[in-house]
């Protein structure tokens, strides 16, 4: 039997691209044999999944799954969008956001979990790559609950129940009412959904971000040549304005386009007599931040085919 060594891991995974845990498992199962090895992880089609890895993975699906006080949302990326049509990769996507109401927002127990009917979703996940002929990537996941209210979830246009291109989870917390809480939950996913607040409060807002649009505005106001003075109170002005317009309390509700959304909480909890406090949410939208490759279909044709230019049709 062979050593199994580091180096020997490392040498399967640069001739396969397949996780490390799987390349330690093929070893152990072929006594270490570096041949054997590659075979026994195309069998399990780990090898052949791995060749899909280095696609861009920025299609898919967003999950959602609520139960008991509990929301989870979860991201799966595929290549295209034809796989989001595909009943095997909505059914992983569905089960992987009931799981999560199980795992939380860490992705690594996420797939090191146990798939219903055996093995985990990660070696699920690997089948499904090696089945469907596409990369596919657990990309997040998050969960939130509430001690006592609801946990509302929406998907805007949703393909099939529960999942979508964009995922909104709202947690209320309050002892009102639940059927008049998810209403009015609902209502809000919806908001979130459109008006894509970047937090639930001004304070709140990535600190990076607005630095950064501090700085833009402050450029804007010089230009106006006016006093030092008057510029700042501009700067100021223009970032009063950025929170309001970017933090969800502070949104103008899209139902009518005129009322705070603080304003339709607050007045919601007068109508049903129950404090009623917008805890979070989280909004998942298929592929933000994710860098399209962007291909030339014909330029890669002609590079496969070589400068040779073709010969004229006799």
């Not at 060749?51 to 861009?56: P, Y």
């Not at 700042?232 to 386009?257: C, I, T």
Request: proline share 2%; net charge negative.
């Amino acid at each position: 039997m062979a050593e199994i060594t580091a180096a020997s891991v490392k040498e399967l995974r640069e001739r396969t691209g397949a996780g490390m845990m799987d390349c330690k498992k093929a070893l152990g199962e072929t006594g270490g044999e570096m041949e054997a090895a590659i075979d026994w992880l195309r069998t399990k089609g780990l090898a052949a999944a791995a060749k899909k890895a280095g696609r861009t993975a920025a299609e898919g699906l967003v999950g959602v799954a609520v139960d008991e006080g509990k929301g989870a949302i979860v991201e799966i990326n595929s290549e295209t969008d034809f796989v989001a049509k595909n009943e095997q990769f909505q059914d992983f996507v569905r089960t992987a956001a009931e799981i999560t109401l199980g795992t939380g927002s860490d992705i690594e127990a996420l797939k090191e979990a146990c798939w219903p009917g055996g093995g985990t979703v990660e070696e699920k996940l690997t089948n499904n790559i090696a089945t469907i002929g596409e990369n596919q990537a657990i990309r997040r996941a998050a969960l939130l609950s509430v001690e006592e209210g609801v946990i509302v979830s929406y998907v805007h246009n949703a393909v099939a129940p529960g999942l979508g291109k964009i995922g909104v989870l709202v947690a209320i917390e309050s002892g009102a009412d639940k059927g008049a809480l998810e209403t009015m939950g609902k209502q809000l996913a919806m908001h979130i959904a459109a008006a894509n607040p970047l937090a639930l409060r001004g304070e709140e807002l990535d600190p990076a971000l607005v630095e950064r649009e501090r700085a833009i505005a402050r450029e804007k106001a010089a230009e106006s040549g006016k006093p030092a003075e008057i510029v700042e109170k501009m700067v100021e002005g223009a970032m009063a304005k950025f929170r309001k317009e970017n933090a969800l309390l502070s949104q103008l509700f899209v139902m009518d386009n005129k009322t705070r959304v603080e304003e339709v909480v607050a007045a919601e909890a007068k109508r049903l007599g129950a404090p009623i406090a917008l805890q979070a949410y989280v909004r998942f939208q298929l592929g933000e931040g994710i860098e399209k490759k962007e291909s030339d279909f014909a330029a890669e044709v002609a590079a496969a085919a070589g400068t040779q230019k073709a010969e004229p049709v006799a």
